[in-house]
C-alpha cells in the first residue's frame, strides 16, 4: 500500500511538471516517468504473471508511443530550421 501510494505520489508530481513544461522535448522523460509509475501500479495491484505481462505490454507499447512523439518532434525541428 505504501508502495503505491509513493508511486501515485511520483505520477502526480510528473503530471503537474508535464503540463507546467513548456518545451514539447523537455516533456518526453515526464512522459516516460509516468510511464514506468502507471506499469509498477498495474504489477502491484495486480500480482500474477498476466498483471506482468499487462505491465510489460503497457510499458512496451507507451515507450513505442513516447519514441514515435520525439522522434517526430525532431524532425519538423529539422524542417523549421
Do not use: D, H, W
Not at 20 to 48: D, W
Not at 51 to 77: Q, R
Amino acid at each position: 500500500m505504501i508502495e503505491e501510494t509513493i508511486i501515485s505520489c511520483i505520477i502526480i508530481y510528473m503530471v503537474l511538471r508535464l503540463f507546467i513544461t513548456q518545451n514539447r522535448l523537455e516533456r518526453m522523460p515526464y512522459l516516460n516517468v509516468i510511464n514506468f509509475g502507471v506499469a509498477a501500479i498495474i504489477t502491484l495491484k495486480n500480482p500474477s504473471p498476466l498483471g506482468a505481462i499487462t505491465s510489460m505490454v503497457y510499458f512496451i507499447l507507451a515507450t513505442v508511443g513516447a519514441n514515435a512523439i520525439a522522434f517526430t518532434i525532431s524532425k519538423v525541428k529539422e524542417i523549421e530550421g
